[in-house]
């Protein structure tokens, strides 16, 4: 689902230009073609829209799958390490919830069992080593590039009341364009994370 997810955002990326296009020849029709070339802009941003759609309509079971994911993966790394840790096993499913601090929360939680999973094993167990390891850079890029995206990827509405100037439209189109492939490259990132953190627990 992830990989489906970096497909649809990734060609609805693919289309911002011909949106962009679509608009600059409405500005530069006739009076006579003007008519048709309103209706292809309209077409253009519809098909943009579609394919974002379908991306957030996709986003929504992988909301599901991945809280049901961390909180199994939370639950496997305590038969690796029982000690003291951050984040209880509430806060792997509670801090999706949180508005705005889930953005922070739960990447934190997904790297505390990320540095678990990924640490050597004695018999079977970690020691507390996990805690000056690293962690997956991986991740961290995920929860980035997922936040900017997301941010960007809307920028495209403050055009929609038809006030801007054919400039500001663009700017606002190529920002969006940035946000969204962002977004597909952080679905392609937390594939490549939960694919990682699963064979490592």
Same mark, same amino acid.
């Given at each position: ?7 649809? +955002? ?21 009076? &006579? ?8 802009? =309209? ?60 953005? =922070? ?13 990924? &640490? ?30 997301? =941010? ?11 006030? &801007?100037?054919? +400039? ?34």
């Amino acid at each position: 689902l992830l990989y489906i997810s970096a497909g649809l +955002t990734a060609v609805a990326a693919l289309m911002i230009p011909s949106v962009i296009s679509a608009a600059q020849n409405y500005y530069d029709a006739s009076n &006579s073609a003007r008519n048709q070339a309103f209706y292809d802009w =309209i077409d253009a941003e519809d098909r943009f829209a579609a394919f974002f759609g379908l991306y957030i309509l996709v986003a929504m079971p992988v909301f599901v799958l991945l809280i049901v994911f961390l909180h199994r993966a939370h639950k496997s790394s305590q038969s690796l390490w029982a000690g003291h840790r951050k984040w209880s096993q509430g806060w792997a499913v509670g801090s999706w919830f949180i508005p705005f601090a889930n953005f =922070i929360i739960v990447p934190q939680v997904f790297r505390e069992i990320d540095r678990i999973a990924s &640490s050597p094993r004695n018999a079977g167990r970690v020691d507390d080593g996990w805690q000056r390891s690293k962690g997956n850079t991986q991740l961290i890029l995920w929860w980035v590039f997922y936040g900017v995206g997301t =941010i960007l990827s809307y920028v495209y509405g403050v055009t929609s009341d038809g006030t &801007s100037s054919l +400039t500001d439209y663009k700017v606002a189109w190529y920002v969006t364009m940035l946000g969204v492939l962002l977004l597909a490259a952080s679905c392609v990132l937390a594939a490549l994370c939960v694919r990682r953190m699963g064979k490592a627990l």
